[in-house]
């Protein structure tokens, strides 16, 4: 069956990194794109960027545009997420999501990584 | 990117049917069929119930069908029942991005 395996919950520093891996089993992994979605506490989903399954694409949201990596390993079947220069409104539970090619259709969600910065 | 709007909350009685709108512009919602819907119950993860503004994936109740007119998408629940209550989320495909709704509560009465 489809799994969507997320990293562990992180505590950071303001000005720090943070990268949440999401590692994809039970299909065939370059054959679909993943995303990244994230909710702050209490709020809505926001949409952050995709890969595609190849690696060789992304696009970002403008608001994350240059803060923002997303990268995939094939040899390990995993995506990570880089977000940089960490303030305490990144706080927020982070989701990947896997999206079968061309469909616009977010059909298997990874568990979510809560990413909390405080100093 | 603009959240598409959706009504904060919408309520009803078990067995009734609601509706809830989804409002984005010609460039978004107006623009294509890439509109989807998501339930998310508190601490999990979303869930997608339709896709393709009317397609329902494998596994979804059928109580649940979506539509779309202009700029706007709608989700309706038939049949209310008290495991519906959760936060629904609209998504739509925007210029090689996606957006998602602002977010609507339903409470089961």
């Known amino acids: 069956q489809v799994q969507l395996v997320q990293s562990g919950a992180e505590v950071k520093e303001p000005g720090a990194s943070v990268k949440v891996s999401c590692k994809a089993s039970g299909y065939i992994f370059s054959n679909d794109y993943i995303h990244w979605v994230r909710q702050a506490p209490g709020q809505g989903l926001e949409w952050m960027g995709v890969?595609?399954?190849?690696?060789?694409?992304?696009s970002y949201t403008q608001r994350f545009q240059d803060r923002v990596t997303v990268t995939r390993d094939t040899s390990t079947s995993t995506v990570y997420m880089e977000l940089s220069s960490l303030r305490s409104e990144d706080t927020a539970v982070y989701y990947c999501?896997?999206?079968?090619?061309?469909?616009?259709?977010?059909?298997?969600w990874g568990q979510g990584a809560l990413v909390t910065v405080s100093s | 990117q603009s959240a598409l709007t959706q009504p904060a909350s919408v309520s009803g009685s078990p067995g009734q049917s609601i509706t809830i709108s989804c409002t984005g512009t010609?460039?978004?919602?107006?623009?294509?069929?890439?509109v989807s819907w998501y339930q998310q119950h508190p601490g999990k993860a979303p869930k997608v119930l339709i896709y393709?503004?009317?397609k329902r994936p494998s596994g979804i109740s059928n109580r649940f069908s979506g539509s779309k007119s202009g700029n706007t998408a709608s989700l309706t629940i038939s049949g209310l029942q008290a495991e519906d209550e959760a936060d629904y989320y609209c998504c739509s495909y925007v210029s090689s991005s996606f957006v998602f709704g602002t977010g609507t509560k339903v409470t089961v009465l």
């Open positions: 890969i595609s399954p190849s690696g060789d694409s992304t």
């Open positions: 393709e503004v009317s």
């Open positions: 999501a896997r999206e079968p090619r061309g469909s616009g259709n977010f059909d298997f």
């Open positions: 010609s460039s978004d919602v107006g623009g294509h069929n890439f």
